[in-house]
């Protein structure tokens, strides 16, 4: 304010006492000059107004949001499960429906994820929106994503990262509904500033979280679209945990092993009888989300997913020497003992599910 004032009165003196710049010499031109300058920027800069925070939710959750007002608006939380951030995503849903995963950092919302309709942010961004709409909220998304040790060049074909604010925004697009959006992650840049690395540190924890995530997440997609809820089957994901093991353990990627075994061989192998079942792989991907959605986006892998006669599921994850995920999924239907040998059930079993490679 002094500096305003002070700005005011050299102003007045001038106009009340005209003075010729030539009776000036240079140097004192130059220090009048000089703090008129300085005044007028500092007087700028007291006067400007800050640029307002951007925000993102997420249908009623907001980023920032402590977990007592989250759980208040999606109810009781059914688990946590370890995240490639090493961080936990708390799962929230009600028998699948509004599936949500939420990150907490010191007790505050600072990431949130779902693949469902309740997807409105507060931008505009919601289910099904078409990705030419998209953009045209949110511009072009980043070419490369710079983490805090890793670099990555981003191909922006089947999902898109933009920078918003301090949050990094993925949306997934399902390229089978035309390129509209299936699913969004919003995640805070602090949080992100915690990876160390590209793909995570794995060990038990991550193995069994990661496969939970997995299950999880295709439940949820089922029932968007409809489709009867998988049962956990604990055997079955034993043959996947394998198969997904072996092939991280002698590097190569396959439905059938080294063995030439099929994923219908290693079933049998493990003593279990089914009508139906099938088998899905992928492998790279840095976690469960990016895997379901590239999967979704794979027309063999997809119908596996949304096939109506599966009953159960079993997810298996490993990691190479690199850190690098491998992922494996079996789907089955198993016979009742009533109709073991029903001619229906035995002609069913000969149109086993198909098996589609992900390379």
């Not at 992922?327 to 002609?347: D, P």
Request: charged share 20%.
């Amino acid at each position: 304010m002094k500096q305003i004032l002070s700005l005011c009165l050299v102003i007045i003196f001038i106009l009340i006492f005209p003075i010729s710049f030539l009776q000036l010499s240079d140097n004192i031109i130059l220090n009048i000059k000089s703090e008129l300058r300085e005044m007028i920027k500092e007087n700028h800069l007291l006067t400007e107004k800050p640029e307002k925070a951007k925000n993102i939710n997420v249908g009623k959750i907001k980023m920032g949001m402590t977990q007592s007002q989250v759980n208040h608006i999606l109810g009781k939380p059914h688990e946590q499960l370890l995240n490639e951030y090493q961080q936990y995503w708390t799962v929230y849903h009600r028998d699948y429906d509004d599936f949500m995963l939420v990150m907490y950092l010191n007790g505050k919302v600072s990431g949130v994820y779902s693949n469902q309709n309740m997807i409105v942010t507060d931008n505009g961004i919601k289910y099904g929106l078409t990705r030419e709409n998209v953009e045209k909220k949110l511009g072009q998304p980043l070419e490369v994503f710079q983490g805090k040790d890793y670099q990555l060049a981003l191909d922006n074909k089947e999902s898109a990262i933009y920078q918003y604010g301090q949050y990094f925004v993925t949306i997934y697009y399902d390229k089978y509904r035309n390129n509209t959006v299936s699913g969004i992650k919003i995640i805070n840049k602090s949080i992100d500033q915690l990876k160390q690395n590209y793909y995570a540190y794995p060990n038990d924890n991550l193995e069994k979280d990661y496969a939970r995530l997995h299950f999880e997440l295709t439940n949820a997609t089922r029932k968007m679209f409809g489709k009867q809820i998988l049962n956990v089957h604990p055997e079955i994901a034993k043959v996947a945990s394998a198969h997904a093991k072996d092939m991280a353990e002698h590097h190569y990627f396959s439905h059938t092993n080294k063995q030439n075994e099929t994923p219908f061989d290693r079933i049998k192998k493990a003593n279990l009888n089914y009508s139906v079942a099938g088998e899905n792989i992928a492998y790279g991907q840095v976690s469960p989300i990016e895997a379901h959605h590239g999967l979704m986006n794979s027309l063999g892998h997809r119908k596996n997913i949304l096939k109506q006669n599966y009953l159960s599921l079993g997810v298996g994850i490993a990691f190479n020497d690199n850190n690098q995920p491998y992922y494996a999924e079996n789907y089955i239907t198993q016979y009742k003992k009533k109709n073991l040998f029903s001619k229906g059930v035995s002609n069913e079993r000969k149109n086993i599910c198909f098996i589609i490679d992900n390379n």
